[in-house]
């Protein structure tokens, strides 16, 4: 039997999207909450991990204890739940990682002046990297040393041997023990291969030995194809939030929610995930002559706003402002305020194809990778990147007369973004001794609890973005410094957590001293879900400052670190490939909405314990986000006991009443 139709309120926490939420069921428009409801009840063996379709004899659900409790080829539960894990880090890290591909060609072809309109804008970022794959840097030029680079990064994706370079930032206890281990990835695309392979009927029939090529595979995601994306990206487009290199401080302020959409402009919105194409978008916008052209079709300007990751992209490097998170991607077009969606890869709704029927928006996809039957396929000219833009861009305001009415929400937030691990060094330190030290001193002196990193994305099971501004709010009220990234850093930033003044209110008193000193807010805005890698960067750093000076020292792993992770509202693959680079480089970290082994109690029992013991850390599962803080708090406590750094505190429980006060304030 279907469930009842949920509220409104129960759909999601912010007003404006439940305005258009309103306003879509009014006019018998489908969103994803309703396909969500025509779905229930969801099958229990797929959303735990015992349904096996790898081969034709199938599908088997596998029950143990029954007669069942195989599949037709004889697997056992613990084989087909790894099987179906490792399937999924596998998918997430190809995602990742073919995105860092096409960064590493763009790069390499912008090094040979191959493609107009794309430039080396963070030179010194380049000479930082350049050594890192055994790049001469003293005595080039930009060019050849970008080069050099650009082609030994493409190698690492099908090399035969040599391991991946940026996996050497690791530190040395971690190295060791994947070494140990055999949890080295060898290259990106061979784990991803070998994943599959190991996989397929008949093969590997060790849950353990198939969990160990998760391993490998995922992190050859985080320290391999993301991180390359999110370092070369920076190279190439700036690094965010850094005034000494390329971004400005102001480019840092930004607003976020459909408020941001104009009634007056041409509305553009630019969702997906790689910057390579709404880079260009943001800076065609900017051009008088596409300004004046929208001003001939009776508009005031044009307007970019992002969705999604690519929205991350965007803002953590020009402040364009963002509609939404992955859940939102369908409201934008029932405000009716925008006149064109140009998507590109990764988390982009079919449902949008029939949601702009409905209404004049234009749905535009570009990447030879993602089509969409019904939208219009405007390939990304890379070699003219400009004109592409220029041609999207006028097509777009070609396309503003039609509007039929419009309904934008006022509801918009300010938040402040752009934290690479560069600029939290430079915030934290200053231009001439830019450092961790003054976090791990903050951490060592109890201001600071510790960190926790909150990332993912959203899910229509549980109320849009709820669990992950209520994990943070509980997190920062008890002085846990939070790092983001994602659909989840937008959800922060919508609900005003990102704003200093705002979410230091909400801030334990340690937390907000040492923020208002320098001038942040708890809320650190770090990027999109590829920039995760900047957060396994700030860990390995971390560790790194403790071993210059035994004072400031917080252990010689990342696996001692009083931190924590957590993804409240996930439903990628992506992330399930991010939880296990985080827990396998030693974090402990906590799913929300559902996990997908739990039919296994061997293998869950397995990520979620004994993997503590082999990786010094492990996987959680919980979706109450107020439970979800106090084990990320109890874990970080736990951390600062061996630390000898503990000290009594009293947990403080952000409850409604405080939070109503903070909000009359
Ligand atoms: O890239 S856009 S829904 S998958 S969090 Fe999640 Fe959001 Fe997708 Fe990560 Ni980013």
Known sequence: MAKKERTTQEKSRDNASRQVIDAAKEAGIELVWDRYENQQPQCKFGSEGNCCRVCAMGPCRIIPGTKRDRGICGADVDTVVARNFVRMIAAGTAAHSDHGRGVAQIF????????????????????????????????????????????????????????LKMLERAPEKRKDL???????????????????????????????????????????????????????????????????????????????????????????IVHGHEPLLSEMIAVASRDPEMIELAKE??????????????????????????????????????????????VDVQCVMQALSRVVHDFHTKLVTTSEKAMIREATHMPFDEEDALNSAKNLIRKAIENYPQRKGVNIPDDSEDAVAGFSHEYI?????????????????????????????????????????????????????????????????????KAGLMEPEKALKKAGPGLRAVCEAVGI?????????????????????????????????????????????????????????????????????????????????????????????????KWAFEPDPKKMAQMMIDHIDKKRKALGIEKSRERVLFDMDMRRGLEAE
């Not at 993301?226 to 939030?241: K, V």
């Not at 510790?450 to 943070?472: R, S, Y």
Request: aromatic content about 6%; some cysteine; charged content about 20%.
């Open 178 to 268: 994947w070494k140990k281990l055999g949890a080295i990835p060898r290259n990106i695309d061979r784990e991803v291969v070998e994943a599959m392979h190991r996989t397929h009927i008949g093969v590997d029939q060790d849950y353990e030995n198939i969990l160990l090529q998760g391993t490998r595979t995922a992190l050859a995601d985080g320290w391999g194809g993301s991180m390359i994306a999110t370092e070369l990206q920076d190279i190439l487009f700036g690094t965010p939030g850094d005034p000494w290199r390329y971004a400005t401080r102001e480019a840092n302020r930004l607003k976020a929610n459909l408020g941001v959409l104009k009634e007056d402009k041409v509305n553009i």
């Open 521 to 617: 807010p708890p809320v650190l805005h770090a990027g999109a879900c590829v920039d995760n890698s900047r957060i396994l960067i700030a860990l390995a750093e971390m560790v790194a400052v403790g071993q210059e000076n035994s004072r400031l020292s917080l252990g010689n792993d990342i696996s001692e670190l009083p931190v924590a992770g957590a993804a409240p509202e996930w439903m990628s693959e992506k992330a399930i490939a991010i939880g296990q680079y985080f827990v396998t480089s030693g974090v402990y970290t906590v799913f929300g909405v559902k996990f997908p082994t739990l039919s296994s109690e061997t293998v869950t029992d397995y990520l979620f314990n004994k993997y503590e013991d082999i990786y010094g850390g």
């Open 425 to 493: 060094k430079y915030m934290l330190g200053g231009s001439f001794r830019s450092s961790y030290w003054p976090l791990n001193s903050n951490i060592i002196d109890g201001r600071i609890r510790g960190v926790a990193g909150v990332v993912g994305c959203n899910n229509p099971a549980v109320t849009l973005d709820d669990a992950h501004v209520t994990l943070i709010e509980e997190l920062i009220a008890n002085d846990v410094l939070v790092v983001q990234t994602g659909c989840s850093a937008i959800a922060a930033a």
């Open 297 to 342: 079709m009776g508009a005031s300007g044009i307007n970019v706003a992002g969705m999604c990751c690519t929205a991350n992209e965007i803002l953590m490097r020009h402040g364009i402002p963002v509609a939404g998170n992955f859940l939102q991607q369908e409201l934008a077009i029932v405000t009716g305020s925008v006149e064109m969606m140009i």
């Open 108 to 163: 390499l072809e912008t090094a040979r002046g191959e493609v107009p309109g794309y430039e080396i804008k963070d030179v010194e970022k380049l000479k930082e990297l350049a050594p890192m794959y055994d790049v001469e840097v003293e005595g080039r030029e930009t060019k050849e040393i970008a080069i050099e680079l650009g082609e030994k990064v493409i190698k690492e994706f099908n090399q035969a041997e040599g391991g």
